[in-house]
C-alpha cells in the first residue's frame, strides 16, 4: 500500500510531541517517571504514524526501538545512564550507517530521511558527509554534557538544545540542494552514467 503524505503539522507533533511529554515528566516527576512516559509517547507516535500515514518513517523506527531497550534498561536496573547514553548510541548509529555508506559509494540520506531528493550524485556525498558529521558531533556534544551536567539541564537540552540545532543545520543544507538539484527529466539520464548513489 503506498505510503499517504501527512500534514506537516501532524508529522511536527510525532516528531516533537514524545520530547515534551519527556520534558514535562522529568519536571513534575523525575527521569525515571519521564523514562516511562517517553516510551509510551514514542509507542503512540509510531501507531499514530502509521494510522494516518500506513508507514513509519525509518528513523522514527530506530529511534523508537533504542529508546524501547535503553528505556526499559533505564527502569528494570534503575539506572539513569542508560537513557543518558541513549542519544549517544542513535547518533553514532546514524553517522556509522551513513559514512559507512560513502565508504562503498552510496548515500543511504535519502533512506533515513524517508524523503525523495532529485541531486546529482556529488550533492549526494556532499549532503551524506555532511549530516554524517553532524550526528557524529552531536553523539560527542550528547556524551560530554550528559557526564558534565546535571540530570535538567541534559533533559533541558535534549528539547530546547538538540532539536533547534538539528533544524538549523537542516535549513543550513537548503543551499547545497539547490545548487546540485536535479531536474526529474535529467535524473535517469545521470543514474545511467554516474551510477544512482542512493542504492
Do not use: C
Not at 168 to 178: D, R
Amino acid at each position: 500500500m503506498d505510503k499517504k503524505q501527512p500534514h506537516p503539522l501532524f508529522k511536527l507533533a510525532t516528531e516533537l510531541g514524545p520530547l515534551l511529554v519527556f520534558f514535562a515528566a522529568n519536571a513534575k516527576f523525575n527521569l525515571f517517571v519521564a523514562t516511562a512516559a517517553f516510551m509510551v509517547a514514542i509507542v503512540a507516535a509510531m501507531i499514530a504514524s502509521y494510522v494516518v500515514t500506513r508507514h513509519i518513517p525509518l528513523m522514527a523506527l530506530v529511534t523508537g526501538i533504542v529508546v524501547i531497550v535503553f528505556g526499559t534498561l533505564t527502569l528494570v536496573l534503575h539506572d539513569e545512564t542508560f537513557i543518558k547514553v541513549k542519544p549517544t548510541i542513535i547518533y553514532s548509529l546514524f553517522a556509522g550507517v551513513l559514512g559507512g555508506g560513502l565508504l562503498f559509494g552510496r548515500s543511504f540520506i535519502a533512506i533515513m530521511f524517508d524523503q525523495v531528493f532529485n541531486l546529482t550524485p556529488r550533492g549526494w556525498q556532499v549532503l551524506t558527509l555532511r549530516w554524517a558529521l553532524f550526528f557524529f558531533g552531536m553523539a560527542i556534544l550528547n556524551e560530554l554534557i550528559w557526564r558534565t551536567q546535571s540530570t535538567d539541564f541534559w533533559v533541558n537540552f535534549k528539547v530546547f538544545g538538540a532539536v533547534p540545532l538539528t533544524m538549523i543545520f537542516a535549513m543550513m543544507q537548503m543551499p547545497l540542494t539547490k545548487r546540485y538539484h536535479l531536474e526529474p527529466a535529467t535524473l535517469e539520464a545521470s543514474d545511467a552514467s554516474e551510477g544512482d548513489v542512493r542504492k
